[in-house]
């Protein structure tokens, strides 16, 4: 058995009266592509920004390579509201912002780009890097960090050439056409140094050929850099190519989960996609 | 080639000063050229600060004015010379800060104390966004202003009486000195590392904090160093002005910083000082007419008289808002480099039409 990277367990995310995820059980393990997918609004990003540290969510565990990095139990407010399952499963409250879950590595891409519009290429590199440099601020403005600063700079350069951005390395990131803005973020997560990459939908907008290509290169960098991949992907032939597992989310209930095949089969999926057929 | 960046750099520094020097020994002391470059000077040091923090960390800050006041005040505290500390603290016996200390710690001195409230007062504050950021920081800087003019306090701050008789400056190269090496370091600040995670946090903060960005460290870090040149900024301030007072340090005077944040395009350093130099040479010297009586002849020119120059003046702001909404520079960084290529493209362009022709 391969070791687990990712392990979501009892996790629940209310938003008022909202069940928006509902006792997700999910578990990534290491060298592995697994996808989550499921109609609109059914939790997906939602679920991806209680790993990240966006959302704390109401109640359940997350942890990283065994280690806990999320974990609540419904508590004020809540203690009342509280309508998922489990309520009993977690007993310690452990909360993390982003950037210390990036730290850990967890690197994320966004579903509406988020790149640093008003910087270039190269800068949006660079400020991946900024975390993991041994520099304060002293030593960064008198510039006596200059070999750590150099060595940064030709680490992104080698990056950018790997990810085929070289060329546009000086323009501002916001005047890329969309596919590469796509490229970029993907490039400025690697750059992070992560175990566990989380793409919230990495094709959206794209092509069918587009979408063919960024199947071949997610399957490259995994071998690449030794990554995890979990990610959410609404293009089916994505999903069914690449996915060693997937799990389905509908409603913020997980349906089912396996491989491309027997998700395919599964009843329950084929109702959330296509709705139920009503009897005449 | 580091060697050629090191002269196109320093040079221009060195025949600004040798400018200066020559123009001190040619005209005399009086002229209003000296009042607009002195403070000038010191209005692009705030600027400059204010722009770190509002223009390349997205924090909408109007605390400016109260952390120029702290600073103002620390270097006026401890530099009073011991023999004049009775009569300027004549109504609470001579104070109770009993050594002074030389200009030059007491300048760095007046910044290190306002980076110290900045801190404090951005633990709290700093968890604001935008709107609601300029308020709290309004408020305080506010706050601090009332708390000086505090009679408990008179030892220290002399109550809201003037501080004065302190070492004060008379040559124009001593604000540009001190200034030109603050900016210089804020420059070297957003050129580093640091300065590219605050330009993160003004385009994007959740993706600034999804790259590994504690957004509380970096906010506090901008927020700090931000005031403590805004610190130093009061102290020359306080040399230009030979006095102290707390009461005119109002929010006015952040409005101004923010004007000519604005006018010189928000994210631009260079714009922040251009912009300093032109706002304080208009109010102060080339709009002076506008408020005097003006007789041609028997004639008297209609509007002009006293406050009519402010009218002007909102006017002129008006127009570069409108028409230049983004400031003078943009986000554009002024250098020489890009002003020759301006002439070359405006000559080259004439040229070939001559041959055309």
Redesign the interface.
Known sequence: MRENVLHIENVTMQFGGVVAVDNLTVDVNKGEIVALIGPNGAGKTTAFNCITGVYEPTNGLVSFFGETIVSNHPRGKMKKLYAGQNREFCTKVVSQTPDKITKLGIARTFQNIRLFKNLTVFENVLIAKHMRMKQNFLTATFRLNFMEERRVREESLALLEEQGLLGVKDELASSLPYGVQRRLEIARALATDPKLLLLDEPAAGMNPQETQELADFIVQIKDKYALTVFLIEHHMDLVMRISDRIYVLDFGKLIAHGTAAEVQKDKRVIEAYLGVAEDA | MDMKKLIKTAGPIALLFLLLFVLEKTLPTTSMLFVVLKKGAIYALVAVSMNLLNGFTGLFSLGQAGFMLIGAYTYGILTIPLEAREAVYQYFDGGIVSFTVPVLVAIAAAGLVTAVFAYLIGLPVLRLKSDYLAIATLGFAEIIRAVFQWDKLGPVTNGSNLLKRFPVFTSTLFPFAVAGVCIA?IV??IN???G??F??I???E???????????KHKQ?SFT?SSFFAGIGGALLAMYQTTVQAAAFRATMTYEILLIVVIGGIGSVTGSCLASFLFIACSEWWLRFLDEVTYIGAFQVPLLSSGFRKVVFSVIVMIIVLFYSRGIMG?KEFSLDALFRFFKKRFGKTKKEDVAG
């Open positions: 370091v070297l600040l580093s590392s640091y590219r995670a330009k993160a003004r385009d994007d959740i993706a600034a904090e999804a790259m590994g960005i504690n957004l509380a870090m160093i986000t």
